[in-house]
């Protein structure tokens, strides 16, 4: 599925979902979509009634020791907040079109020091329980693009 227009509201995500009539039949073809990342955070904070930043920080950043890791940032971690870029060399906004709706798949932000730490825990030189997942998150799943590249699970 297609990620819904943007800007839309957390609560609407739901409605989206609930009138899109799909354009192919399920399985017939990989598309790349955040939705289904954020309709999975969604119904983790109305499951387990917790923020985005508690889930996030006791499943994924609080194992892995990212100490500036988050959706919403203090002032000194705003501070250490790594700056995208784009293509162009010009500095990216700290937020796209589609967020907070999205925010479940990709609104959180970071430092270098933190990337880095996923970087080591990606490539197995970080030893947290996490680590038993690496499997799993490495397996491919779809085929992508001409040069033989794949796309495995998201953290």
């Given at each position: 599925m297609p990620n819904p227009p943007s800007p839309t509201p957390p609560?609407?995500?739901?409605?989206?979902?609930?009138?899109?009539?799909?354009?192919?039949?399920?399985?017939?073809?990989?598309?790349y979509s955040n939705l289904g990342y954020a309709l999975l955070a969604q119904a983790m904070v109305g499951r387990l009634n917790a923020s985005e930043d508690q889930l996030f920080a006791r499943i994924i950043t609080?194992?892995?020791?990212?100490?500036d890791?988050?959706?919403?940032?203090?002032?000194a971690q705003r501070a250490r907040l790594a700056q995208g870029f784009f293509p162009n060399g010009q500095p990216a906004p700290e937020f796209e079109p589609g967020y907070p709706a999205l925010a479940g798949s990709g609104g959180i932000r970071s430092t270098l020091n933190d990337m880095?730490?996923?970087?080591?825990?990606?490539?197995?030189?970080?030893?947290?329980?996490?680590?038993?997942?690496?499997?799993?998150?490495?397996?491919?799943?779809?085929?992508?693009?001409?040069n033989g590249g794949s796309v495995g699970l998201a953290w």
């Open positions: 609560d609407e995500l739901w409605r989206f979902i609930g009138s899109y009539q799909l354009l192919r039949a399920p399985g017939e073809q990989s598309l609080g194992p892995l020791g990212f100490k890791t988050a959706f919403e940032l203090t002032p880095m730490r996923y970087l080591d825990f990606e490539l197995g030189n970080v030893d947290v329980p996490l680590s038993a997942l690496l499997p799993v998150l490495h397996q491919p799943r779809h085929a992508a693009g001409p």
